[in-house]
């Protein structure tokens, strides 16, 4: 299939095209600015910004995708909150463009959305939980997933939790900038009192490439299985790889005060995957061994 993935760039979007790729789709990944993908190059890359309606519409009318993967977001929740014009923009309208140009060809639509739009009092929740966002951030996502209910054609909403993995293109992510610092010496304040259900990154891309293989409609919760709070989950990668634990300093959000909110409580309960699916999410600990692999698992 004919398979276009916004925000190829990003760290999801990277690893979703190489498992498109190897799955043998047709795969047109866009992106702002210049091609960032680490994949070989059986793909096409088409710069679109998707705030831009008339480089969206050009871009849909020459591929004609069978299916969109909408994975590119403003997807810091501090930003959205200090940037909220520019957040709404790119979440909200910037799926709206996308919605418009999809309807035209009957794209299937696969939205990618997050646990943040739940308000954290509950924890493991279910894809028929109602959402409640805490942030600015997970408004925009909120106010997107109601647009794609909207969508005409078929559609389906993956949310997603703490997406952690090697990281790609060059940018740090939690544990990696978490490693880094320690090996460096430095000290790193961590919370302890947020709890989530952290995600493998390839277990997420593998998701999605199983959805459009299936053709499965509707909203899916794709996370890891294993509750932890960020401090646990860099304390547990200090004690698999011996790094200094005394550098690791917990907190709580009476300790460090973020311009946007967190849920307290997320994480999901993932039983619809694994029926729908047959998802099924590799442990914490095996996520850590293969984040720090040193060869690289294409
Ligand atoms: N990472 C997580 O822990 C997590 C958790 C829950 C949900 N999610 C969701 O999962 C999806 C993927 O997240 P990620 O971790 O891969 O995020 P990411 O690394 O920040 O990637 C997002 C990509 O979107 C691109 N983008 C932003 N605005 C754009 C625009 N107007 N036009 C085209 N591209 C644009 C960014 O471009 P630049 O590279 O140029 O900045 C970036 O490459 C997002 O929808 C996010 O909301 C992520």
């Known amino acids: 299939m004919r398979v276009l993935v916004t ?135 909120l106010l997107a997933e109601e647009k794609v209910k909207e969508y005409a054609g078929e559609w389906s909403i993956v949310r997603t939790v703490l997406v952690y993995g090697r990281p790609q293109s060059g940018r740090e992510n939690l544990l990696s900038l978490v490693k880094t610092k320690n090996e460096n010496g430095e000290v790193f304040k961590i919370f302890t009192d947020q709890l989530r259900t952290p995600t493998y990154v390839k277990d997420l891309a593998l998701a999605i490439v199983s959805i459009i293989d299936k053709k499965a409609i509707g909203i899916f919760h794709i996370s890891g299985a294993d509750q932890l709070s960020p401090y646990e989950m860099v304390i547990r990668m200090a004690e698999m790889f011996g790094l200094n634990k005394e550098l690791i300093l917990p907190i709580t959000k009476d300790d460090l005060k973020e311009k946007a909110l967190r849920p307290p409580l997320t994480g999901f309960d993932i039983s619809k995957a694994k029926a729908v699916l047959n998802y099924s999410p590799i442990s914490f600990n095996e996520g850590l061994r293969k984040t720090f692999e040193i060869k690289n698992e294409n």
């Not at 047109?28 to 210049?34: D, E, S, V």
């Not at 091609?35 to 009318?61: G, H, L, P, W």
């Not at 590119?72 to 501090?78: L, Q």
């Open 7 to 141: 925000g190829a760039n990003g760290f999801l979007g990277n690893y979703l095209i190489q498992e498109l790729i190897k799955r043998k789709h047709e795969v047109i990944a866009t992106g702002k600015g210049n091609c960032r993908i680490k994949a070989n190059d059986t793909f096409v890359y088409e710069e679109m910004d998707f705030t831009v309606v008339q480089s969206v519409k050009n871009v849909f009318s020459t591929y004609k995708p069978d299916v969109v993967v909408h994975a590119g977001a403003m997807s810091k929740p501090d930003e959205c909150e200090d940037n909220r014009e520019l957040a709404f923009n790119v979440n909200t309208q910037g799926t709206i463009n996308l919605l418009e140009a999809a309807k035209a060809i009957n794209s299937f639509f696969i939205f990618i959305s997050t646990d943040f739009v739940f308000d954290g009092l509950k924890g493991m929740y279910k894809e028929d939980d109602i959402p409640a966002p805490v942030n600015y951030y997970g408004q925009t996502k």
